[in-house]
């Protein structure tokens, strides 16, 4: 009995001058591990904080799957506490709007982090406003066209509406339904009939799942006499 007393005393003492590799996580057979929690809930920005453990041998196998947005690191035992384990460990920001999960395995034990989804994406636009001016009298430059860009940082599905009380605004797009991080619209005014004047509209976008998920336009259509 003292003989054993003596050896788990010099591995104690071994491991707490070569942490690097007594904690180096390689697989110990059989280890217990208790731990105070099972699941953890984790902020979406992101967070840090230590877990508690204890276990029945020093080289406890510690793992996170190998989730990327997970880091841990097993801390020596304290002095005179060769049991007692303390496990940090980091999370990275979720910016997707949906929580995820990801188990820490301690031995034959578990722990799960819970993190939230994050902020829905916005949506952004550009330009902020559109203007045509267009001059009467060539039939061949009756028409403009400019481009109208939509996106977000996660993929969405955008549609564009032009106001319906402007026939003179047109808004064509390539027709796909499929999500995507950036989109084209080919907004086009046609002076056809139109005095000369200052005319108003506006197309309205919107991206359902996005945290702005409908926009406004204003678009101006300036018609001049040809000079």
Not at 15 to 29: G, L
Not at 71 to 91: D, E, H, K, N, W
Not at 208 to 219: D, F, H, R, T
Request: net charge neutral; proline share 9%; hydrophobic share 40%.
């Amino acid at each position: 009995m003292l003989h054993g007393r003596t050896r788990f005393f010099e591995v104690a003492v071994w491991a707490i001058f070569n942490p690097a590799v007594a904690f180096s996580q390689t697989a110990a057979a059989g280890c217990h591990a208790t731990l105070p929690e099972a699941r953890k809930q984790v902020p979406w920005a992101g967070n840090a904080g230590e877990i508690q453990w204890s276990a029945d041998q020093l080289d406890c196998k510690v793992d996170s799957g190998g989730l990327p947005w997970i880091t841990i690191t097993v801390l020596p035992p304290a002095s005179g506490s060769p049991s007692q384990r303390i496990l940090r460990f980091s999370v990275d920001t979720n910016f997707s709007p949906e929580k995820r999960e990801g188990a820490i395995q301690v031995g034959d034990s578990s722990v799960t982090l819970e993190q939230a989804g994050g902020p829905p994406p916005g949506m952004a636009f550009s330009p902020g406003r559109l203007e045509f001016h267009i001059a009467l009298g060539d039939p061949k430059s009756l028409e403009t066209t400019q481009n109208l860009y939509v996106g977000s940082e996660a993929p969405l599905v955008y549609t564009a509406s032009p106001d319906e009380k402007a026939p003179w605004l047109k808004v064509k797009d390539d027709g796909s339904k499929a999500p995507q991080a950036q989109r084209a619209f080919a907004v086009t005014a046609n002076a056809q009939g139109l005095a000369p004047g200052v005319y108003q509209a506006s197309i309205r976008i919107e991206a359902p799942g996005a945290s702005n998920g409908k926009e406004i336009v204003p678009v101006t259509l300036t018609v001049t006499e040809k000079k």
